[in-house]
């Protein structure tokens, strides 16, 4: 599987961007896909999860409320929503795939076999 991360850019706080996840291979719908962060000098922060049937999904505690992972298995793609922004969602943006596990480790980036290249999203206040 090949992801390819984008939509990122520069918005003011307060915008909305829409990030998408764009995969390769037929059997893309039978991986989970999580979301992941990384700001200069800081560690990997997980965002957010979607379940292979979509059925399920997981945000990190910084974005509940304001992101939402939705995925379209017809179009190999899984887009990341985000509201309301701040200046401290500020980071790299990736998306990462693996074969679903019994495991609640959705929020580890280690669980994932396959990741996109990422893309910015740099929101000024």
């Known amino acids: 599987v090949q992801l390819q991360a984008s939509g990122g850019g520069l918005v003011q706080a307060g915008d909305s961007l829409r990030l998408s996840c764009a995969a390769s291979?037929?059997?893309?719908?039978?991986?989970?896909v999580g979301w992941f962060r990384q700001a200069p000098g800081k560690e990997r922060e997980f965002v957010g999860f979607?379940?292979?049937?979509?059925?399920?999904?997981e945000y990190g505690d910084s974005v509940k409320g304001r992101f939402a992972v939705s995925r379209d298995n017809a179009k190999n793609t899984v887009d990341l929503q985000m509201n309301s922004l701040k200046a401290e969602d500020t980071a790299v943006y990736y998306c990462?795939?693996?074969?679903?596990?019994?495991?609640?480790?959705?929020?580890?980036?280690?669980?994932?076999?396959?990741w996109g290249q990422g893309t910015q999203v740099t929101v000024s206040s």
């Open positions: 990462a795939a693996r074969i679903p596990s019994g495991a609640a480790t959705f929020y580890q980036g280690g669980s994932y076999t396959y």
């Open positions: 291979g037929r059997t893309f719908s039978t991986y989970d």
């Open positions: 979607i379940s292979w049937s979509g059925r399920a999904s």
